[in-house]
Every structure is written in structure tokens, then in C-alpha cells.
């Protein structure tokens, strides 16, 4: 990807008209007034690593491994928040990790992190470069320097079990890649975050990553069968059997670790056979109240669609839940007002078409009228553009960023409309006009994910802090009327204030404990995580 961007250059769009007036007339922001991006000005700090110290490394994964390049460090420095996206326009004097460091086997990363532990120097695992809370910060703690340490050369499908349902994959493997590999066999994974272009399986794991299709498929803490991680101390294998009682599952203590405890090589997955249909629908329901009564009712009921979507009055009027290259034009239903849904069924012709009618039956009987299949299908064909719209907001001089968390359905309604409050609050005292969009793209029996999308104007001279000021206020909402502070963006450093309060003490103390006695020198990604 670009360093200033979601995507690469050649993805980068124009935005339309529409968009552009939007910003004029309800923002105050063009093109002209936004904080621009002169890559001439990036400088990366120089490496505190010596010619002794880079033979090492060398040594101990190949000298082709090893780089020291700007062009390599430069891209691992930052991750893919809108933070991290204005920190290249506004903060070019890049703190960079001092090496990028690609081992090639597990032995590999043994002696990689005994020679850090030694040499007090700290690691900090990359895997697609997504991250979107800091979790990628090269933080050297209180050592002398730190290494990025890429997994890109953990790339394969090692093996496939089709009689199990599972494939084992190295960490590196990226979704798009994963899904190619399966596909030869006839099976799919079937995890799709937005991140989905550019994220890899051991970053799924490590940061408990829910995609799309988690109504059909689950979360992908829930596909993970099994995997593999290289401690500071030793190698660790969680998962053996379908299920077990032989005591605390140690997968979940590595999943949504985010490196903290080590360095994620291989993940086992369960997988499925490629769906030999997909059925589309959308729904319109009066209000969001309406809407969220009916998706309760869905899950609980179990009538199974692949894809559940619910946005709210807002994000259906600018049409940010179908086509993204269609924002500010007018929707299919949209003339109605109301809120869309957005329904996929994947599997057989029989079984799909079975819990389409199913489906649909629940949603009618709770208020909803059936759009038939065009949005579903518009948000199908676009559900990965949103990021790179982002890019171009930004370019045009509005604050985008989105932020994620869950509660229990009887809480939706309070903590949706505390969230909202707070952004707006806070922004509109930062002089400017707030757009707040929500919708739930995950759902569970017992409650489901609220999802936020705020566009604002960029105000003063720091649209950082602006911006760090409203999540605050919304961070501080959400554990305030007890949501989750991620419900699937993980902790990284920007959540990390916001955990002691949702785990208590005594989780803090089982949480230290862990990283005590299989990190000892502190050298997985200081800064993350950890209370």
C-alpha cells in the first residue's frame, strides 16, 4: 500500500460531484483547504542498529532478509488508521522499527527473539499492515532499538484436511491469497473484514478479527482451530481437538494478544466448500428501532442469511450502505427514508433459497419491506471500496474515521445514541458540523456490533488531536453504557487505557502475569496491549 493511503496510488478515486458538494456546502472543506501530502518531506529516523548487530540478524535469517532502507522501514513505521493516515502530511519525521527483519521458518524466529531478548531489542510482528489502532506503533520500550519482524515469507497453504473441513496456512498468507489456495480444492474460507485485501491470517488471529459474513461463518477467532506461536520463551501449539476440557482454552490467550506474547507463524483453520449459489435481498424498515427488533428476532431464531446488515437513518440517506462510489446520489428505496437492510445466503440452491424465504418471512412480519436484490448486490460488488473512499476525503480536507464496539441487544438503543452525542459534541466544539453514521454488521443471539462512520470538517492545525479528542469522548461513552471498547479493531495502543476498565483488576493481574512469564525481557510490541 501507499504510505499515505488505504490502498495503492493506481486505487486511488476522484471524488464525484456530489461528494464534493456535500463537503462545500456542509462542511466548509474543498480540496484546497486539506492538509496535503509531500512525500519529499518524509524522513525516517536513522536506525539505532550497528554493523554488528545487522551481521547478527543476518546471520540468524539470511542477509537477504534483512533491511535497513528507508523504502523498507518506512512502511512498517504506521498503520492505517486515520491518525496514521494524517501523521504522513502532518508529521513527516517518521520514528521508523530500525530493521525490517523477514525470518523464513520457526527456527528462524526462535533465535530472532533470543538474540532480541539478549541484545534488548524489540519486536513488533507485521503481518498485512492494517491495523487501524496502533498496533503497528515500532515502540522500543525501554530497549535499545526495535525490529519489525514481517511475516511475509510464511505464505503457503501447508495443508488441507477436506474430510475435517480444515487447512492449515502459514501466518503471512493474505485473505485474497487464502482464498485462491482454497478455492483450487473447491473450499473457501470465508472471512471478509474490510481489511480483506491486504490482511493476513495471523492477523485475523492475533487481533480477533470478525469479516462480513459472520452471521453464516462466524468470527474468525471461531474458524481458528488451531495455531502456532513462537514466544520468547518457546514454542506454543493451542488447539487439538474439535472441542476440550483439558482446562482454559490457550487459543484465546493468544488471539487478540496483538504480538504481546509472541509471534504468531501458522494458523489452522476450519473451512468450507465453495457456496455453489449466493442470493441477494435488501430490506427497508421505517426506523432503526424497527430494524434491530427484526434482526434480533433473525438470530435468535436462527434462520441463518450469510450476511445480515442493518444502517441506520443516516448512513441510508447519503447511501454509504450500498455502492460507495454513489455517495450523496439517491438509493434504490432511499426516496422512502427509513433504514436499509442488507441480506446474502450462500450454500446449496436448496438450503440458500430455504433460508432466503425463512428470512425474509421474520423481516416482513417485523415491519420490513423487501427491496428485492439490487442494493445487496451494489454493496456486494463495493463492500471493499469504503478505505479508499476515505483516502479521498481526507485529500478533500474532511475527517473520516470509523470506531467499532457491541453490546447486548436490550443496550443498542442507549449506547448508539451516547456514541452519537459524544462525537457530535465533541467535533462540533472543534468548529464543525458532525455527519455520525451507525449500522450493526455483526449480530449475535444475544446482542450484536454498532459500527460508526463520522465525516467532519479538518479544523486547526492539529486534526489529530481533533480527532483524538472525539474518540475519546466516544470511548469514554461506550464503557459508560457498557459496550466493549473493540469489538473487532483489537486493543493496540489506542484502546489500551480503556482496558483495565472493561477486564477489572484481577484481569489486568492474569493478563501481566502471562506477559511476564513468556515474554521476561518485555521485547513483544512494548506499548500494546498490557495495562
Known amino acids: 500500500m ?19 458538494g456535500l463537503l462545500r456546502d456542509m462542511l466548509g472543506v474543498t480540496a484546497e483547504t486539506a492538509v496535503t501530502f509531500d512525500p519529499a518531506a518524509v524522513t525516517a529516523s536513522p536506525s539505532r542498529l550497528d554493523d554488528d548487530d545487522i551481521a547478527a540478524l543476518a546471520g540468524l535469517v539470511g542477509a537477504g532478509n534483512v ?32 530493521a525490517v527483519v523477514a525470518p523464513g521458518s520457526e527456527g528462524d524466529v526462535v533465535a530472532l527473539l533470543e538474540w532480541c531478548g539478549r541484545e ?66 473447491g473450499f473457501s474460507l470465508g472471512h471478509f473484514p474490510q481489511s480483506f485485501p491486504y490482511a493476513s491470517l495471523g492477523g485475523y488471529a492475533m487481533t480477533r478479527s470478525s469479516g462480513q459474513s459472520s452471521a453464516g461463518y ?41 504480538g504481546a506474547f509472541g509471534v504468531c507463524t501458522r494458523v489452522r483453520v476450519r473451512i468450507h466448500p465453495v457456496p455453489e449459489v449466493v442470493r441477494h435481498e435488501a430490506f ?17 431464531q436462527g434462520a441463518g442469511p450469510t450476511v445480515i446488515r442493518l444502517s441506520d437513518e443516516t448512513e441510508t440517506m447519503v447511501n454509504l450502505a450500498t455502492a460507495t462510489e454513489a455517495i450523496g446520489q439517491q438509493s434504490e428505496g432511499g426516496d422512502q427514508g427509513g433504514c436499509l437492510c442488507l441480506c446474502l445466503f450462500e450454500g446449496t440452491p436448496e ?7 425463512e428470512t425474509r418471512a421474520v423481516l416482513l412480519a417485523h415491519g420490513g419491506t423487501s427491496l428485492g436484490a439490487g442494493p445487496a448486490e451494489s454493496w456486494e460488488h463495493g463492500r471493499f471500496g469504503a478505505p479508499v473512499l476515505r483516502d479521498s476525503l481526507l485529500d478533500n480536507g474532511a475527517l473520516v474515521e470509523t470506531l467499532e464496539t457491541a453490546t447486548d441487544w436490550s443496550g443498542i438503543p442507549a ?22 453514521m451507525c449500522h450493526i454488521s455483526h449480530v449475535y443471539p444475544t446482542g450484536a456490533s454498532l459500527y460508526f462512520t463520522v465525516v467532519a470538517g479538518q479544523r486547526g492545525e492539529d486534526p489529530i488531536a481533533q480527532w483524538m479528542d472525539a474518540k475519546r469522548a466516544a470511548s469514554e461513552a461506550i464503557g459508560a453504557h457498557g459496550g466493549t471498547i473493540t469489538h473487532h479493531h483489537a486493543v493496540g495502543v489506542d484502546h489500551r487505557p480503556y482496558l483495565a476498565a472493561e477486564i477489572g483488576e484481577v484481569g489486568v493481574r492474569m493478563l501481566r502475569a502471562v506477559k511476564a512469564a513468556v515474554d521476561p525481557h518485555g521485547v513483544c510490541n512494548p506499548g500494546t496491549l498490557i495495562p
Open 2 to 20: 501507499a504510505l499515505s493511503r488505504w490502498g495503492t496510488e493506481a486505487e486511488a478515486k476522484d471524488l464525484n460531484e456530489g461528494i464534493r
Open 284 to 300: 427497508r424498515f421505517p426506523d432503526f428501532a424497527t430494524g434491530v427488533a427484526a434482526l434480533r428476532a433473525v438470530e435468535q
Open 120 to 185: 534488548s531489542v524489540a519486536v513488533v510482528p507485521f503481518g498485512g499492515g492494517t491495523s487501524v489502532v496502533g498496533g503497528l506503533t515500532p515502540d522500543a520500550g525501554a530497549h535499545r532499538a526495535v525490529v519489525s519482524v514481517d511475516l511475509i515469507r510464511f505464505n503457503e497453504l501447508e495443508s488441507i484436511d477436506t474430510e475435517s473441513g480444515e487447512a492449515v496456512f502459514g501466518a503471512g498468507v493474505t485473505g485474497p491469497r487464502a482464498e485462491k489456495l482454497l478455492a483450487e480444492h
Open 218 to 258: 462466524g468470527r474468525f477467532d471461531e474458524m481458528v482451530r488451531g495455531l502456532t506461536a513462537v514466544t520468547p520463551v518457546g514454542v506454543i501449539e493451542a488447539g487439538r481437538a474439535p472441542a476440550s476440557a483439558a482446562g482454559p482454552d490457550l487459543r484465546q490467550w493468544l488471539m487478540g494478544s496483538e
Open 415 to 436: 449506547l448508539r445514541d451516547a456514541v452519537v452525542v459524544a462525537l457530535t459534541t465533541s467535533l462540533e466544539a472543534s468548529g464543525t458540523p458532525a455527519l455520525v
Open 351 to 357: 438450503h440458500a433459497e430455504s433460508r432466503q424465504a
Open 67 to 98: 533491511s535497513v532502507d528507508d523504502a523498507q522501514r518506512l512502511p512498517r513505521a504506521r498503520g492505517k488508521s486515520t491518525p496514521d493516515l494524517l501523521a504522513w502530511r502532518l508529521r513527516p519525521e517518521v520514528d521508523c522499527p530500525d
